[in-house]
């Protein structure tokens, strides 16, 4: 099935196959940004008075040749989305002038994930994201070559590297224990149970759309927790990111009880690709922003100290007890990644604001320990709870380009590119 009349398709497929890049060109900034000389150029590349986020920082917003950059549109801020807002979605092409592409359109969507628009791992121009259709939420997969799409019976979560097959949780049941990562629409009906057996992780066939339930949260409960669960405890999964082999898989597993009162405890979790071999890797009830590394190790901000309410960046070895303190990095929680084609050496992570309300972005680098700011952006006080704008820092394939959500140009929310070369090819 075809989203696109013939010309437009025949205008994508002339547009992207175009691209000769292998960076995002900066030649020709439309605004830069950055007023201390000493951090590097900021572009950006999306325009109001509409606004434009990507979302979360572990999903790949650039394409195999770092020409075109997807983002979310939507005409309103400040507050929370209902079911019958719609956000377009597209790509920048920043060879050409940062002209807006768009793609389609989703009726599931929350302001820190957006829809989970995102490239699909291993495909030359496949488009991925989630949308609501009658009394499910599905996902789309589009060909950005040739317009070609299909739609998939169940909302997606995460990627496998090799573009074969994706995780999901239940969008309902997100949206009713954690609002702003779940989506509206569509209610929970085991909104009373606290951890249901038909309710977990799903792992869903991208070509076929067969779906297999592999953990359930009524399993999850049998896995014994340090200091048990607090009464009344209600159960529901968050995060989950597929190791870089595909061989297996990281979640969150929170809950709330009479303990936790409005706020929730949190432990990580790692699994076979088969829902087998399940491992506790953080049982601190205190787990935040995390990454794969590489198959056997996480990168991730978890509580320590009294009561676990101080963080701490951490790297855990996956099946066993063992971590590692990265020292020198900031140890306010943040969303880290590490930097493509550089060898593990580089961070890139950010903060929420300061006491002046400026968000930090920032790289460190691991040999030397040594912190590089890429900037200070404001975010008004009106972006808050729900409907804030973290910047959740996302790097290009060749790790020479990092895009940020951010309203600092008090336009609404922007999605801006940082040109690193000058700092990682130093």
């Not at 009349?5 to 175009?18: G, I, V, Y």
């Not at 460190?364 to 959740?392: N, S």
């Not at 922007?414 to 040109?419: A, E, G, N, R």
Request: charge should be neutral; charged fraction near 25%; glycine fraction near 8%.
């Amino acid at each position: 099935m075809h989203q696109y009349s013939n010309p437009t398709r025949r205008r994508l497929l002339q547009q992207f196959t175009a691209a000769g890049l292998t960076a995002v060109a900066f030649a020709a900034p439309r605004r830069l940004l950055a007023a201390d000389s000493s951090l590097p150029p900021v572009r950006t590349i999306t325009r109001g008075p509409k606004h434009h986020w990507f979302g979360y920082y572990d999903k790949l917003e650039f394409d195999p040749t770092n020409r075109f950059v997807l983002s979310n549109e939507v005409d309103f801020e400040h507050r929370s989305p209902t079911a019958e807002d719609v956000i377009r979605v597209g790509m920048v092409d920043t060879a050409e002038g940062d002209k807006w592409i768009e793609l389609g359109q989703s009726h599931a969507w929350n302001w820190q994930q957006g829809c989970m628009l995102q490239w699909v791992p291993g495909t030359a121009g496949e488009v991925i994201w989630n949308d609501r259709q009658g009394d499910r939420f599905v996902s789309h997969i589009l060909d950005v070559k040739t317009g070609d799409k299909r739609t998939l019976p169940h909302a997606v979560y995460a990627m496998s590297p090799d573009g074969r097959w994706a995780i999901a949780t239940d969008f309902r049941r997100l949206n009713d224990t954690r609002p702003g990562y779940g989506y509206d629409g569509l209610p929970d009906p085991n909104a009373d149970v606290a951890a249901p057996e038909d309710v977990g992780i799903w792992r869903v066939d991208l070509k076929t759309g067969d779906t297999k339930l592999l953990l359930s949260l009524a399993d999850l409960t049998e896995v014994p927790q340090p200091g048990g669960f607090s009464k009344g405890a209600k159960h529901w999964f968050n995060h989950l990111l597929v190791a870089p082999d595909g061989k297996r898989f990281t979640f969150l597993h929170r809950w709330r009880g009479e303990a936790e009162g409005r706020s929730w405890k949190t432990r990580m979790l790692t699994c076979g690709a088969d829902g087998n071999d399940l491992h506790l890797l953080i049982p601190s009830g205190k787990v935040s922003h995390f990454i794969w590394r590489d198959p056997t190790h996480i990168l991730a901000y978890a509580g320590y100290g009294p009561g676990n309410k101080l963080w701490r960046c951490q790297l855990f070895e996956d099946k066993t007890d063992h971590s590692q303190l990265i020292e020198g990095i900031s140890t306010r929680d943040g969303h880290c990644t590490y930097l493509p084609a550089h060898d593990d050496q580089w961070i890139l992570n950010d903060t929420y604001p300061d006491k002046d309300r400026r968000q930090h972005v920032h790289l460190f680098h691991l040999p030397t320990r040594q912190t590089i700011t890429l900037g200070k952006f404001h975010l008004p006080k009106v972006y808050r709870g729900e409907w804030r704008c973290d910047t959740h820092p996302r790097a290009s394939n060749d790790g020479l380009t990092v895009a940020i959500d951010s309203p600092h140009t008090g336009v609404g929310r922007q999605v801006h590119l940082i040109d690193i070369r000058g700092i990682v090819n130093h």
